[in-house]
DNA sequence: ATTGATATTGATACTCAATCTCAATATGAA
DNA sequence: TTCATATTGAGATTGAGTATCAATATCAAT
């Protein structure tokens, strides 16, 4: 039984009365192949490079579609603005971003995640989801930064 | 001797050879008294009904310098907008955001800041700042939510 | 109190991401 | 192949936030 993202996106449209067009199935694999985090501008400019008839507007519909089921994850940069990645067959992760060179590196904390769960519960809050966030330097920038 | 919030802004604009308008202590005094979470449009709008010359411009220039002065930080919403709360006498939180209600709940745990700080070091990473924010539901939402 | 260097302001124009509209088109079940 | 309808793209539109710049306010020095 294979599985792979695509078969997924495709048997969630199915499952919403949904259909599968070529613009979703490329902004999907553009995601699946991105290494770094991907802006929707970014994406629009790279696939309209290549298929000049792709709107903007199916960028931000495709990118909404895809993060309300859940198949794609926001993460925030240190100037507010914000990109997308890909959560297949990968473990949740938070993000810690430099502020100078931008890089993101990703931590898992399972005790982190399990404290959450547990203030939720205490709050009788039902949690959907969560954005964590260090904004910092990394090492290399941190030599850098020293004055 | 007596901090009051407004003597401090004053002495941290002197050091950095800023001025003291009144629009920046209005502003200052709209977020002190401010229950809930403010955003630039709303303080624009509240504040410029009593001085209606207050330019807009000056609404987020005195956010930013807030911002950067340390004196307020930044909350998410679930719609990826974002507001402001000031940080004078209180202590560090994080939030849990009701995505129906809008509803803010603060939290703090003292053994996730200490986790971070691990992790942080650990990549030899120089944390300046966090977001944690987790997104559900409220203790009334959620049996709201009930099908 | 007056002066004067300069930080600040507000009106306005502007940018740019994101959304809306709607006629044309593509999808997929029958 | 047909056809109901989901989807698309072009272009207009919105709206938050920024840049510009002449007019003004602040405050330290007189």
Redesign the pocket.
């Known amino acids: 039984m294979k599985t792979s993202p695509q078969k997924v996106f ?1 048997q969630y ?2 499952a ?9 199935t490329s902004i999907l694999e553009y995601l699946l192949r991105a290494q770094n985090h991907s ?3 970014r994406i629009y400019r790279d696939l ?1 490079a290549q ?12 990118l ?2 895809l993060e309300r089921a859940g198949f794609v994850g926001k993460i925030l940069f240190a100037d ?3 990109g997308y990645e890909h959560k297949f067959a990968r473990p949740h992760h938070d993000h810690m971003v430099c502020v100078d060179c931008k890089q993101v590196i990703e931590f898992t904390n399972p005790t982190i995640e399990k404290l959450q769960d547990q203030i939720s519960r205490e709050f009788q809050f039902t949690p959907l989801w969560h954005t964590h966030e260090i904004f910092g330097r990394c090492r290399k920038c941190s030599q850098k930064a020293v004055v």
């Open positions: 495709q449209l199915e919403q009365g949904l259909k599968l067009t070529k613009q979703r802006t929707p501008e309209s298929d000049a008839t792709l709107g903007r507007a199916t960028v931000f519909r495709t909404h579609l507010g603005s914000h």
